[in-house]
């Protein structure tokens, strides 16, 4: 479970593997809406695109009653001209069995039908640094800590980058920080985590997995 800032509701998902496609969504800027588990309707239609391919529909277990497919996302997206409607698949190499490429072929001609773009995403092509170190700070997309303590996060970031240096580790640099400022890690973590969740600070989160223990680079 996530809370979106963007939708303002929790959204579930079945592996981290879709987590990470949804944060990447969160950290978009040009993200206006994320829609999980989207229903392709009517349900008449994916079985018609099935009949057509000669593709076995899929059913409930043990039951002739065809199942309603879903895509794991709908996005909207700003662009200059207008929005653009995005639909992905995410789903690990692992799992792309036979059966579930002919399912991915009724959705892919589904929303080909429609116009809208659809995108098979998996480990080979999301970008897995940036995905990792989103959900580093994931914690911090509704921390009330970070906004009950009065500090800007931006102010703190900026402290945490005086106090950076090369030999130093995330941990040793969060201390330095919340020493100065006066707060708890908890929140010192939620603060830094809100900066860069806002594009506010200049920790490289493209580059190198963070972690608590490890050094951390800096965008020049």
Known sequence: ????????????????????????????????DIREQFALLPWEE?????????????????TSTPTVLTTDFLLTLARPDGMELVAISAKLKNDLTSRSLEKL?????????????????????????????????????????????????????????????????????????????SVDVHTGHALLGTAVWNRDSRIDIDTKKLTHRDTVDLKL
């Open 105 to 181: 072929l009724l959705e892919r001609i589904y929303w080909n039908r429609r116009g809208i773009r659809w995108i098979l995403v998996t480990e080979d092509n999301i970008h897995a640094i940036r995905a990792s170190n989103l959900m580093f700070f994931e914690t911090a997309l509704n921390d009330e800590r970070a906004t009950q303590s009065g500090i800007n996060p931006v102010a703190f970031s900026r402290r945490f980058e005086d106090h950076w240096a090369p030999s130093l580790s995330f941990n040793d640099i969060m201390n330095l920080t919340i020493d100065s400022m």
């Open 46 to 62: 994916t079985q018609f695109i099935a009949t057509q391919l000669g593709i076995r529909h899929p059913f409930f277990p043990g």
């Open 1 to 32: 479970m996530v809370r979106s800032r963007i939708t303002g509701r929790n959204h579930a998902y079945l592996s981290n593997h879709e987590l990470k496609v949804h944060l990447l969504a969160e950290y978009g800027s040009a993200t206006l």
